[in-house]
């Protein structure tokens, strides 16, 4: 079965530090996306990369930033943690040009606090 | 990307089906209609997927009219376990560029 795997399921950071999400597909995906959730706001994405080295910004990139050293890992960087970055992030990937066959494979989610 | 309506919420009991329409006026002519499933501390799960008319997989079924402006999923005999926020999405997903525009979804209740 195919996989999105984040780092970790639950994370508490303090205000100021350097926060390492990390997420890992084995489907060989060229697209991979890292979207935060909040409650009453729904997803919303942060970075997206088409293929290594290569990143877009979503919508709101602001706080984050993101590297993509090799095909299968995804990670989103918050280079200084600040309580209103306190949320759910998810990482997708999806195959190009194949998208209209398989849709976006979503990970289980991270659930960051920052106090 | 085309703008979607859909309800915030809908009730319904074990072993009903349920209809979620999708209103999505704009529509372009390159666009797929694409519905994901999420549940409580979960990402989103892919469900099912189409252009027009209507497609059929082992999980929901996707009516889609003549004039795609809408589009219905429809849950043959919910189960409890079929309670989840259903999103419906819009867009060229044969796009290298396409990224994923969520909606608020519908949060569906299925009662015993």
């Known amino acids: 079965d195919v996989k999105v795997t984040q780092s970790s399921r639950y994370l508490v950071k303090r205000t100021g530090e350097k926060v390492f999400l990390e997420c890992v597909q084995d489907?060989?995906?060229?697209?991979m996306f890292w979207y935060r959730q909040d409650p009453g706001l729904g997803l919303r994405l942060i970075y997206f990369?088409?293929?290594?080295?290569?990143?877009e910004k979503g919508d709101i990139p602001e706080g984050y930033s993101v590297s993509r050293e090799k095909k299968e890992r995804f990670s989103l960087i918050l280079e200084s943690a600040s309580t209103n970055q306190t949320s759910m992030y998810l990482c997708?990937?999806?195959?190009?040009?194949?998208?209209?066959?398989?849709?976006?494979?979503f990970g289980s989610g991270t659930r960051l606090t920052v106090v | 990307l085309a703008k979607t309506t859909q309800p915030i919420s809908m009730d319904s009991y074990e072993g009903q089906e349920v209809n979620i329409t999708c209103s999505h006026n704009?529509?372009?002519?390159?666009?797929?209609i694409t519905w994901y499933q999420q549940f409580p501390s979960q990402g989103p799960r892919f469900i099912i997927q189409?252009?027009?008319t209507k497609v059929t997989n082992e999980v929901a079924s996707l009516f889609i009219p003549a004039d795609r402006k809408s589009s219905t999923l429809s849950l043959p005999r919910v189960s409890l376990s079929d309670t989840a926020v259903y999103y419906c999405?819009?867009?060229?997903?044969?796009?290298?560029?396409?990224?994923?525009?969520f909606g608020s979804g519908t949060r569906l209740l299925v009662r015993p």
């Open positions: 990369s088409y293929d290594v080295k290569m990143k």
């Open positions: 997708a990937s999806t195959l190009v040009p194949r998208q209209a066959l398989y849709g976006y494979t």
């Open positions: 999405l819009v867009g060229p997903t044969m796009d290298s560029s396409y990224k994923l525009i």
């Open positions: 704009n529509i372009a002519t390159n666009d797929y």
């Open positions: 489907m060989d995906h060229e697209n």
């Open positions: 189409g252009y027009k």
